[in-house]
């Protein structure tokens, strides 16, 4: 008896895993997201939204720049063009 309810028990629960919420900024991605402007010599990133709606960015004043890909700000591409 105990036999059947043991192979009966797996077949009808099912286990729920929890999915890992997406973060936009997470530690781990820090790297590929901020940016190092050769312009203004600051290092920035763009901000996610969970909405979409407005586009958001971060300069760092102080911010270690070794290893950083180097790309053109949008605050200085405004200022150029």
Do not use: H
Request: glycine share 2%; proline share 5%; with cysteine.
């Amino acid at each position: 008896m105990s036999q059947s309810i043991v192979n009966f028990l797996p077949k009808t629960t099912s286990i729920i895993k929890t999915r890992e919420r997406k973060r936009c900024s997470t530690p781990q991605k820090a790297d590929q997201n901020i940016k190092y402007c050769i312009a203004c010599f600051k290092c920035w990133e763009r901000k996610c939204k969970t909405d979409n709606s407005t586009t958001k960015y971060n300069w760092y004043e102080d911010f270690p720049t070794y290893g950083k890909e180097k790309q053109i700000c949008p605050k200085c591409q405004n200022t150029t063009n």
